[in-house]
């Protein structure tokens, strides 16, 4: 069981509580027992697992305990996407029949797997491959924001909570008009005659001739990167594709597209079955029936809720992998055989390393806001609120759990580190995949990890357990 460890919080508190609660001490103490006993029969003490044993409940205040929640979260979601990542590469390395210990961080496992990759590129490929994807497309929970607001301020509604997005979102047909007069109204599904004036999502024919941004399944009238055993391309083509061109990520089609179509409708709204999504200007607030495709901004509330809300919304972001392009020349001294055994390990590692893609290019953008928000309302707002819980009016039993709150405030540094030791792994092992797979368009992995602490000078989190004493 663990006590108060701040000392003048303890003595000012309990001396109030004696000269003014001692009615109430007897009733804690139906027994006469010593002093001693008296703060845990009035439940008076701290849990003796905190926030780095995964407990929240710290205080019964609602406010802090958000805050909390948030920072267990935040560093659960770290944990669970190294781990995602891990899967992935260990699905790599047997794929490219290398012995790693799936014991080892993430990443000497990246290690390993990058130098075998690296060693078979060298063994089939003529110079160097070429690999690029458009970033994947990630949604906030607009549902996630509003428990996480209730959660945090006990007097708002979850069912009235009004969740904005900064981005856009699915809506009902009923609020088409509404955002084609404030925003951007856009369709989602079959394209009007197959004639696709927007993004291609799936599979585009081309019966004639075109360029293909996705693998190639036909004829390429340039070099494609693999072939099918009858010599037809199923791979990037670098001319003109005639067949089919798979567009598993989006792109554009000259064809028919026999997938789904996102398009901006004629005639201001969407039919045939279409989801109807809208970008919203800035000004303009349109009810979302789906996720948000970018930021979600939560109602006003204190700052301390704020900061939890919005990590909570963060770290529960989901991220689609991409479709990715990749390009080399197979070394003339290839044979058949070995090219197709090559391509269909190849194929099945970048669909892999499209999973590590949709982690580290995606969520951990957004965890890593959420890491760097946490950090300094641990300091800020979140401290000075117990000011206002301190206040005359306080009741005894709640402020009694401030010393439990400023003894977990030193846990925090220690929970956020963990959560950027995570993100760290991760993205040493998208760099060192990324790497190997010639991957130009790859953000540079401290330039993506910056994004955790760009708004905590001189690494201010590791500095909170001395702040709080």
Do not use: H
């Not at 267990?72 to 390395?93: C, H, M, N, R, Y």
Request: net charge negative.
């Amino acid at each position: 069981m663990k006590f108060f460890q701040n000392t003048g919080v303890q003595l000012a508190t309990l001396g109030l509580f004696t000269g003014l609660t001692m009615g109430a001490v007897q009733g804690c103490d139906e027994d006469g027992g010593v002093l001693g006993d008296l703060a845990e029969q009035c439940g008076l003490t701290c849990s003796s697992e905190g926030i780095l044993e995964g407990n929240a409940s710290i205080t019964g205040i609602a406010n802090v305990d958000a805050f909390f929640q948030a920072v267990v979260t935040v560093q659960d979601v770290a944990a669970s996407i190294e781990g995602s990542i891990k899967a992935d590469l260990l699905q790599i390395a047997a794929i490219l029949e290398v012995s790693v210990d799936a014991n080892a961080s993430v990443a000497d496992i990246a290690a390993s797997v990058s130098a075998e990759l690296d060693a078979q590129i060298s063994a089939n490929v003529e110079g160097s491959l070429t690999l690029n994807f458009q970033p994947p497309k990630c949604q906030a929970s607009l549902e996630v924001t509003a428990e996480a607001t209730a959660r945090c301020d006990a007097s708002v509604d979850p069912g009235s909570v009004e969740v904005k997005c900064e981005g856009s979102c699915a809506i009902d047909a009923s609020a088409q008009a509404e955002c084609s007069a404030s925003g951007s109204l856009s369709c989602e599904g079959t394209a009007p005659t197959l004639a696709c004036e927007g993004t291609c999502t799936g599979s585009c024919s081309l019966e004639v001739a075109a360029t293909c941004e996705g693998q190639c399944n036909g004829t390429c009238m340039g070099t494609c990167s693999a072939q099918n055993a009858d010599g037809s391309c199923a791979g990037s083509c670098d001319g003109m594709c005639q067949g089919t061109c798979e567009l598993s990520g989006g792109g554009s089609c000259s064809g028919s597209c026999q997938g789904s179509c996102e398009y901006t409708p004629p005639s201001g709204s969407c039919e045939g079955g279409a989801q109807a999504k809208c970008t919203a200007s800035a000004e303009a607030s349109v009810e979302c029936s789906g996720g948000c495709e970018g930021n979600v901004e939560p109602p006003m509330v204190s700052a301390e809720c704020e900061a939890s809300v919005k990590a909570e919304a963060q770290a529960n972001v989901q991220c689609t992998p991409p479709s990715i392009d990749l390009q080399f020349q197979f070394a003339a001294s290839v044979d058949a055989q070995a090219r197709a055994e090559f391509n269909a390990k190849l194929k099945a590692v970048v669909k892999a390393y499209a999973n590590i893609v949709a982690n580290a290019e995606g969520r951990i953008s957004f965890l890593s806001q959420a890491v760097a928000n946490l950090g300094v309302a641990a300091t800020g707002a979140v401290r000075g609120s117990f000011d206002a819980i301190l206040g005359a009016d306080a009741d005894i039993f709640v402020a009694a759990k401030i010393p439990c709150a400023l003894t977990e405030l030193e846990s925090v540094g220690t929970a956020l580190g963990s959560a950027q030791g995570s993100i760290t792994g991760s993205l040493t092992a998208f760099a060192s995949v990324g790497g190997s797979l010639g991957s130009p368009s790859m953000r540079r992995m401290d330039e993506v990890y910056a994004l955790a602490w760009q708004e905590i000078p001189n690494n201010r989190v590791n500095r909170i357990a001395g702040e709080t004493e």
